[in-house]
């Protein structure tokens, strides 16, 4: 395995949650929450049905299994054995069409150099590997002239602690403890940089948000938190 922009302590730990995907009351029940936004975002914004999509840390296929039932034509990637496994047990037991498959983009890129991609995704990822940069410039050369690409991320900041970190672990209990490196988190004028050195143009960047009271996620126009952008390859 290509181990260059591979954090092993972050595969291990999802590798030992990895029954936990499709609790919809478990440890991943925040993600089960949030993925009808994050797929009305990405469906507003690009054409999915028989597109060919990658999804890039895919976890347990959550976000891949929605995407196909739009009829996309989705492969998932994920570094983690344990949670591969749990995606492929998942999609079986429903008949999906998604390929899923254990690799780092790094491998699959490899094993698969001619391979394309009108839209990639690669959401509540990069906060989890040594190099984002890099991930998000082999993004961009496995896709399509006049590609979107969507990236989901955690802000840098004191209340992205408070909120990502003490909150949501600690208080609510809404995530395992341990999750989030805060010294990982993305602010979005770095990751514009990384973007526009990997050939890319933002195109959006709108924000996630959480009421704790009423248990509701919405997106809006504040990014101090988590946040999403939409991305795309030029034609030329």
Known sequence: MNIKNLDHEEVNKFDELAAKWWDMEGEFKPLHQINPLRVGFIKD??????????????GGGIL???????????????????????????SKSINSNVRFIQN?????????????????????????????????????????????IFFSTINRNPRSYLFAVIGAEYILNLLPKGT???????????LAKWIREAGLNSEET?????????????????????????AKKGKD
């Open 64 to 90: 891949a299994e929605a995407l196909s039932e739009l009829g996309a034509n989705v492969t998932g990637i994920d570094a983690s054995e344990n949670t591969i496994g749990v995606a492929k047990s998942h």
């Open 45 to 58: 914004r690009s054409i999915l049905e028989g597109k060919k999509i990658l999804d890039v840390g895919c």
């Open 104 to 148: 780092t983009i790094e491998e699959f890129i490899a094993s698969n150099p001619d391979e394309k991609f009108d839209v990639i995704t690669c959401l509540e990822m990069l906060e989890h590997v040594p190099s984002p940069g890099e991930i998000i410039k082999n993004c961009s050369d496995i896709l399509k002239k006049d590609g979107d």
């Open 206 to 230: 709108i924000g996630l948000s959480y009421n704790p009271i009423t248990d509701n996620y919405w997106l809006g126009k504040d990014i101090q938190v988590n946040y999403m952008v939409h």
């Open 180 to 190: 989030h490196d805060y010294e990982k988190f993305i602010k979005p004028s770095e």
